[in-house]
């Protein structure tokens, strides 16, 4: 099955610089990586996704990378604020949700 | 937020024991997921259903087992509730067919086996 690993576990920036996340998968048939943010006490929410036919997607300071042949992808976050603090996760999928596989989690913090 | 409620919030019972978790969705989506999320694991998937009476397993299903009977409910049950077994228990939900994308998920149950 689909395996996906998330680095760093914990992520430390000062607010205004940017934060960036990276995850790994292993099935090449993986196509659908969506990133969810959890607050604490929280629910996950999704942030932002892409599929395997696009590169780059961006939504205002929140942007996503893609790269089928290394089989990795990235969150960038840029002018990071406090509000961006919470747990990121990453997932990947060959087929849908009933075949999401999510990373492990980074704790970002971000320090005024 | 979407129309997902789990019940009950918080629980505490003993080795052994059963427990129901239940999952209520106002938004007649047809999809439905149970989770676990534990430190260092990120969100498991359990079981999930695909519409009333079709469910099936997902990646951590040995010890629990589901049930769908009506669009809305999607009940998840702990025969005989065991220590590996605490954690925070997500539903979520999704509409649309297989590859559309957003999961929303309840608030979440902490379970605690003693």
């Known amino acids: 099955g689909e395996n996906v690993e998330q680095h760093p576990s914990t992520l430390s920036v000062q607010e205004g610089d940017s934060a960036v996340i990276k995850c790994t998968y292993s099935?090449?048939?993986?196509?659908?990586f969506p990133w969810y943010k959890q607050e604490l006490g929280k629910r996950p929410q999704l942030i932002i996704d892409?599929?395997?036919?696009?590169g780059e997607k961006k939504d205002q300071r929140i942007a996503v990378t893609l790269n089928k042949t290394a089989k990795h992808f990235s969150l960038h976050i840029t002018e990071t604020q406090p509000e961006d603090s919470a747990v990121y996760f990453c997932?990947?999928?060959?087929?849908?949700?009933?075949?999401?596989?999510f990373g492990t989690g980074t704790r970002l913090t971000i320090i005024p | 937020d979407a129309g997902i409620t789990q019940s009950p919030r918080h629980k505490v019972t003993e080795t052994g024991t059963p427990v129901t978790l239940r999952c209520h969705q106002t938004?007649?989506?047809?999809?439905m997921y149970w989770y676990r999320q534990d430190p260092g694991h990120g969100l498991r998937l359990i079981h999930y259903?695909?519409?009333?009476?079709?469910?099936d397993k997902g990646e951590v299903s040995d010890g629990y087992s589901v049930s769908r009977s009506k669009t809305e409910d999607f009940l998840l049950t702990l025969e005989s509730a065991t220590s590996s077994q605490t954690s925070v228990y997500f539903c979520?939900?999704?509409?649309?067919?297989?590859?559309?994308?957003?999961?929303?998920f309840g608030e979440g149950s902490r379970l605690t086996v003693l």
């Open positions: 979520a939900i999704s509409g649309g067919g297989p590859g559309t994308g957003e999961l929303f």
């Open positions: 099935d090449s048939a993986s196509n659908y």
């Open positions: 892409i599929r395997s036919n696009v």
């Open positions: 997932a990947a999928s060959p087929s849908g949700n009933e075949k999401l596989t």
């Open positions: 938004e007649n989506h047809r999809y």
């Open positions: 259903s695909y519409g009333v009476k079709d469910t």
